[in-house]
């Protein structure tokens, strides 16, 4: 399988990149996906100077794995919100972005709701509102394989 390694100063720049994409939306709460829309989330709360950043847990592949179900859970109380941007680090097949939209959307019906992602790939279900690559191989980040 082919490989990409994305690493600290790559991001560092799209960081820089996304924010531009998305600062015109005016978002008042970000909720990053753990794992992997952590780091993404906790940059961008940082360069935005905004501390309405919640995670909300999602659990559909194992390391390389697609499982056969979706666990969501630790789903923050968005009631305040009004503009919210979902942050990950990828859009594969798109179904779990598909599944948390569709989860955020019943539960807080008063949002307006905007995906950003570093990475997705053409085929997935759902196409990021903000993003920035395609991915056309398995990418390593460097929070992933720097941290061992």
Known sequence: MQKYYYGYDEFK???????????????DTFVAVARGGLTLGHFLAHNLDTRRLYIINSIHYEKQTKLDSFEIFNIPNLQEAKKVIL???IIDSGETMEQLIKLL????PQIELKVATLFYKPTAKVKPDFTLKQAHSWIEFFWEVDTA
């Open 87 to 89: 942050l990950d680090d």
């Open 105 to 108: 959307h019943q539960k807080y």
């Open 13 to 27: 720049d799209d960081v820089k990149k996304l924010e531009q994409l998305i600062k015109p939306f005016g978002a």
